[in-house]
């Protein structure tokens, strides 16, 4: 039973140190594939948002629960909106992965400047965000019906235009020269969201522009606030032919509230998208993640877009993400459907460099066997030297034969302790037959 377990271990001891080199190669070759390729995402990411109270906020938190399921840590960072955020995206001073970014916020082809040198990425358009101009009720009242119909009846009002570093006064600034207007012939303000809507219930605006998603809760307030209303762009539709990024929307009747009949009729606005850039270098993982998520998120539908039409690849002024175009393709991967998402990722990242190991390894691999062989009977075949070394004496004469018959005496005594797995015991009789055979020859010599 000791021989059987001892010659076991022996033939486990040859075969690691045969595989051995083997083996660590396909553990540096994967290790150096996961540094290079990196498949486990970061466990931080940070969302660039915009104000406090606005609809990239809402939705920013929304995203930071999402991702709290795969261990995913978002930071909501606070901006003033849509170019402060593409400022941060494009600074490699900022710490921020990834933005909301309104339609019309950049122009496509437009060469970055020197501290603009981070590319960006697309991962699809998220939701509508209508062109929202409230204006306090008593400012119309030499209007017909004192309702406010054009862009031109704001001419010489105290308007709120947003903040400097969002979309928002982008936006305003092409409205009025599509009316002809100038800058200066509104009196502009860049309050904050928040102190607009305060001034404007104050009577200390007389309208405001915001450009947000019916999400907003200021949307949601002043949209229901007795003497506040709400521009209706009758022109809707040709706007949207004269701004690509506009698109003509509708705030249907009682869709805000059934119960009270708000709004009392279809209103007709324009609307910008919202997409969500990142930066070219944001991992795979965070990609599909985010898109994942907005298709949780977005997909439900709004005030002004019917359930399943976000999030989409349509309509977004950067290279769509290349896992972002997979999954609006495909849906998600495969694996992630019935696997944990770490494992699903890792395969997922992976698969081409293990597929490519193998490829290397397996012709390595069939050297294996005759290694394996040629070292188990080394063991063996090292001792025929010697038993050579004795026959070639005796043919010499070089040496007597009592004192060759000692010398392979002590070789058999060798012989006898060599161990070998059971397979190659036969190689080992063969030795010890040979060695009897020199025996006979030394004794004929011997008697001789």
């Given amino acids: 039973m000791r021989r059987t377990i001892r010659d076991t271990l022996i033939s486990a001891r040859e075969l690691t140190a045969t595989a051995g080199p083997f083996i660590l190669l396909t553990i540096a070759l994967l290790v150096g594939a996961y540094f290079f390729l990196k498949p486990t995402p970061p466990k931080r990411v940070v969302l660039a948002t915009g104000s406090e109270q606005g609809a990239y906020s809402t939705f920013g938190g929304r995203y930071r629960e999402e991702l709290k399921r795969y261990g ?11 170019r402060e955020n593409l400022r941060l995206l494009r600074d490699p001073k900022e710490d921020v992965q990834i933005a909301f970014v309104q ?17 960006l990425m697309s991962l699809g358009s998220m939701f509508f965000e209508p062109v929202w101009l409230f204006y306090r009720a008593d400012v119309a009242k030499k209007a017909p019906e004192r309702v406010l119909s054009e862009i031109a009846d704001f001419r010489g009002m105290n308007v709120n235009v947003g903040p400097r570093g969002s979309g928002i006064p982008g936006v305003v600034s092409r409205l009025l020269a599509a009316n002809l207007m100038n800058r200066d012939d509104i009196q502009r303000k860049n309050l904050d969201l928040v102190p607009a809507v305060i001034a404007l219930l104050n009577n200390e605006l007389d309208a405001l522009a915001m450009v947000s998603a019916p999400e907003s809760p200021l949307v949601q307030m ?6 506040v209303r709400l521009f209706e762009f009758k022109q809707a539709e040709a706007y949207s032919r004269r701004y690509a990024f506009l698109s003509p929307v509708t705030v249907a009747r009682g869709v805000v509230d059934l119960s009270r009949n708000v709004p009392p009729r279809d209103i007709q606005l324009v609307a910008s998208t919202a997409q969500l850039v990142a930066r070219e270098d944001l991992h795979p993982a965070l990609v599909q993640l985010f898109v994942q998520a907005a298709s949780r998120i977005h997909s439900q539908g709004s005030w002004v877009s019917p359930p399943g039409k976000f999030p989409t690849p349509l309509n977004t002024e950067f290279p769509l993400a290349r896992d972002a175009e997979r999954y609006y393709r495909t849906g998600p991967p495969l694996l992630q459907r019935y696997l944990p998402f770490w494992l699903a990722n890792l395969v997922d990242r992976m698969w081409v460099a293990l597929f490519s190991i193998v490829a290397v390894l397996i012709p390595l691999a069939r050297i294996l066997p005759p290694l394996y062989n040629f070292r188990i009977r080394s063991r063996i075949f090292r001792w025929y030297r010697n038993l050579r070394q004795i026959e070639n004496d005796l043919a010499e004469k070089s040496t007597p034969p009592e004192e060759l018959l000692g010398q392979l005496e002590k070789l058999e005594a060798r012989a006898e302790g060599i161990m070998v797995p059971l ?6 009789y063969r030795l010890r037959t040979h060695i009897g055979l020199v025996r006979q020859k030394l004794r004929a010599a011997k008697a001789a």
Avoid at 72 to 82: A, F, K, L, M, Y
Wanted: charged share 20%; glycine share 10%.
């Fill in 72 to 82: 995913i840590e978002v930071i909501v960072r606070q901006t003033n909106g849509s």
């Fill in 222 to 227: 002043l949209i229901q606030t007795p003497n």
């Fill in 103 to 119: 339609g019309g916020s950049t122009e496509i082809g437009r060469q970055p400047a020197p501290d603009e040198s981070l590319p």
């Fill in 423 to 428: 397979a190659y015991t036969d190689e080992l």
